[in-house]
Each structure stands twice: as structure tokens, then as C-alpha cells.
């Protein structure tokens, strides 16, 4: 079956780095997405990786590697607006998205 | 910024009602979505289309409906709403490239089934 596997949530001081971890396992690969959800609200995308290596936008990084199957989010210099879930959501063979259950991100002061 | 609309936002109902839940894009986006969510939970898909005239069902379809006749209008029905189907109700457009399918998310349909 198709697998998707983020931490369920993560705590963090305002003006630290977090990474944040995404595994999966599906049934072919067309990119992985990474989106931001406030509570409440509705998704936000966020960035794109479909080659290997990190792609880097202003605070936010996201890295990928298709051999292990492994992203990561890295948020830099965090803010207390930060505070939302962070899904993963990998485009299968068949050009759908599979989404993990999302990373909830709590800022402390 | 995505121009994707959801109506109504809010909506409590009781058992048994037949409910259409509204979502129009503005973007021309061939691909339209409907998932749905529960708090702290991952998004199901459940239904898909690809342009007018066609739509798919995800993984949750079976107690629901959909159509698409205008590019920009795809509308879900819910024949009889049970209270299983309390949820979050999201629906999304993306562009048609098969190599890029960033997807834009409206604000969502809160539905409560008493």
C-alpha cells in the first residue's frame, strides 16, 4: 500500500531551526509537495521537490532524496506565526496525491 | 493569490437531508478536487475531474456525488447526510501539467450532521 510518515508534532522556540521529516512509500513518484495549515484553515503550499538535493525559499527549505525515499522541511529563524500543520504529500504514478496525516509545529517564546 | 470558493462555510444539518456543497474557480484550472478532513488527520480524496463532462471517484466516494459542467463549477452532493459525515469538506484546482500539479485550495465547507 501507499505510506506516507511524518512525526505527529514538534515543539520549538521562536528564532530556532526546525527540520521536520517526511518518509514514504508509494506506488511511483512524481514529486513531493510540502503545505502549510493553520489551524482551521485551508492548505497552503509551501514548495516542490521532484529532483534530489534541497531547493532553498527564503526561510524555508525543503530536501529530497527519491533513493531513501526521505524529504525533510527545514523552517529557519522561527516566527510564532509559524505555528501550523505541515503536510507532505507525495504525486503518485497516477499524477494523485497521497498525504501524510501533517506535522503539527508549536511555537514557544 | 487563488481565487477558489467554498460555500457555504459553515453548515449544521440534520440526518437524512440531501446537501450540495458549492466550489467555483476563477483560474480556468482544468483539475478540479474535493477531499475531506478530519481534525489532525490526512486529507481523502473523494472525487476528482479532469476537465468537464468528466469526474472520478477517490477513496471515499461511495455515499457521495459530483458533476462538472462548467470548467469553473463542481459541486458535491450528499444524497443523505449521516452524522459520519460531520467533517471538514475541501476543494481544490490545479492546472493541467502532468510534470507540475501545485494544488489551490478554497477555505472549506465545515459540516455538522446531527
Known amino acids: 500500500g501507499q505510506n506516507i510518515d511524518q512525526p505527529t508534532e514538534m515543539t520549538a522556540t521562536e528564532g530556532a531551526i526546525v527540520q521536520i521529516n517526511c518518509t514514504y512509500q508509494?506506488?511511483?513518484?512524481?514529486?513531493l509537495f510540502w503545505y502549510q495549515q493553520h489551524a482551521g484553515e485551508a492548505p497552503t503550499f509551501l514548495s516542490y521537490?521532484?529532483l534530489d538535493g534541497l531547493e532553498e525559499k527564503g526561510r524555508f527549505s525543503s530536501f529530497l532524496s527519491r533513493s531513501k525515499g526521505y524529504s525533510y522541511l527545514l523552517l529557519k529563524e522561527l516566527q510564532m506565526k509559524d505555528s501550523a500543520s505541515y503536510l507532505c504529500?507525495?504525486?503518485?504514478?497516477?499524477?494523485?496525491?497521497?498525504w501524510g496525516a501533517g506535522t503539527k509545529l508549536i511555537i514557544k517564546p | 493569490e487563488a481565487d477558489i470558493y467554498q460555500t457555504p462555510r459553515y453548515l449544521v444539518i440534520g440526518t437524512g437531508k440531501k446537501i450540495t456543497l458549492e466550489c467555483s474557480q476563477t483560474m480556468g484550472h482544468d483539475k478540479m478536487y474535493w477531499y475531506q478532513q478530519d481534525p489532525g488527520m490526512e486529507l481523502h480524496l473523494i472525487h476528482y475531474s479532469y476537465g468537464v463532462n468528466s469526474t472520478e471517484k477517490g477513496d471515499l466516494s461511495s455515499e457521495s456525488t459530483v458533476s462538472r459542467i462548467r470548467t469553473e463549477h463542481f459541486p458535491l452532493t450528499l444524497e443523505s447526510a449521516r452524522p459520519s459525515h460531520t467533517s471538514q469538506y475541501l476543494c481544490?484546482?490545479?492546472?493541467?501539467?502532468?510534470?507540475?500539479?501545485?494544488?489551490?485550495f478554497g477555505p472549506g465547507t465545515r459540516l455538522t450532521v446531527l
Open positions: 508509494t506506488s511511483g513518484f512524481n514529486g
Open positions: 504529500a507525495v504525486m503518485d504514478s497516477n499524477y494523485q496525491l497521497i
Open positions: 481544490a484546482s490545479s492546472p493541467s501539467k502532468e510534470d507540475y500539479n501545485e494544488q489551490f
Open positions: 521537490n521532484v
